[in-house]
């Protein structure tokens, strides 16, 4: 022991361990600090080991468009087929849809909130989220009944789905009820169902419940026109929970403080931006070049920046995060 002969060096382990590890590190130390490290260090980063679950949902709400449909591109090539989870905000290319879709061989979970995506985009791209288990589609305002049929008839493993709106998307608006129906003809086997401010009626309500039996939690908060009767769905649906319609966590405060992740403004929130070009008003103590050498995308003219403190008020409107 006294020699060190017992002793694993960090850079032996090998690479689906390292992943495990650097799993549980930030997307900014993962793709920045690691691979400066050791040569194994870089080699199980550049590998499919640290990129079978891809979560950029906060850092792609603030980023320019073609800067995320490039980081996307790179972390899904490297996932080699192995991308299990997805997250990401604001999507508005059909090109990157598609990607996703052809790489979605092993996905289970996908969200997708605030993105561009179309009815026509989905049916065309649904056969390809067989695999999918849950499924994010809150706040996209492009999509329909049509798109909800087409991923219920396609993903017959689907047991989640979020399908939350802005209350300012919905605001006197008349009650739609045939995306309610979608869910509950194609949808049979949903545990998890979010439709907060959803424009949808008691009928509809009652059609989902009784055409998807197992379902444990629905969200219906602020979907003012559902009345249920508490006694009668305790009666007939013991497992269901049902939160709303009325909202506890209201979001009339300004910036949706209350909601949003970036509500703290005091805080010394440390942002990132994927910038191209010249660096601007921002600054950082070392060079990044080099860093980004996948052969799937030339990416040598871009460089990660980091900036400290948001200016909340020119950020715009936040969104209220799913429960």
């Not at 791209?125 to 999509?143: G, P, Q, R």
């Not at 939690?217 to 939160?243: A, Q, Y």
Request: charged letters at 25%; a negative charge; aromatic letters at 10%.
């Amino acid at each position: 022991m006294e020699n060190g002969s017992d002793f694993r060096q960090w850079d032996e382990l090998i690479p689906d361990a390292l992943g495990l590890i650097f799993g549980h590190l930030s997307l900014q130390e993962t793709l920045t600090v690691i691979p400066r490290v050791c040569k194994s260090w870089r080699r199980a980063v550049m590998g499919p080991y640290c990129w079978q679950e891809i979560d950029i949902e906060e850092w792609s709400t603030r980023c320019q468009p073609d800067h995320l449909d490039r980081m996307l591109r790179i972390l899904i090539a490297r996932s080699s087929g192995s991308l299990r989870k997805l997250c990401v905000s604001g999507l508005n290319s059909d090109f990157i849809f598609s990607y996703i879709a052809e790489n979605a061989g092993s996905l289970q979970t996908l969200r997708l909130p605030r993105s561009e995506i179309n009815d026509s985009i989905m049916e065309r791209i649904a056969v390809k989220f067989s695999t999918i288990t849950f499924l994010d589609v809150s706040y996209c305002v492009k999509i329909g009944s049509r798109a909800l049929e087409a991923i219920g008839k396609n993903c017959k493993m689907l047991v989640g789905l979020c399908r939350n709106m802005h209350p300012l998307d919905t605001a006197g608006k008349p009650l739609e009820d045939d995306e309610a129906h979608a869910i509950a003809t194609t949808m049979p086997k949903l545990k998890h169902l979010e439709m907060a401010y959803h424009l949808i009626g008691t009928s509809s309500v009652l059609q989902i419940l009784s055409s998807c039996p197992e379902l444990e939690f629905l969200d219906l908060r602020g979907c003012w026109s559902v009345i249920l009767d508490d006694k009668f769905v305790k009666e007939k649906f013991p497992k269901l929970k049902v939160l709303g319609p009325v909202v506890v966590d209201y979001y009339e405060r300004n910036d949706w403080e209350e909601c949003s992740d970036f509500s703290d403004a005091s805080s010394e929130y440390l942002a990132w931006e994927f910038m191209a070009g010249g660096m601007g008003d921002y600054f950082d103590d070392e060079s990044f070049d080099g860093m980004w050498d996948d052969d799937e995308a030339s990416l040598e003219e871009l460089e990660l920046r980091f900036y400290e403190g948001i200016d909340e008020d020119v950020e715009g409107y936040g969104w209220p995060p799913s429960p």
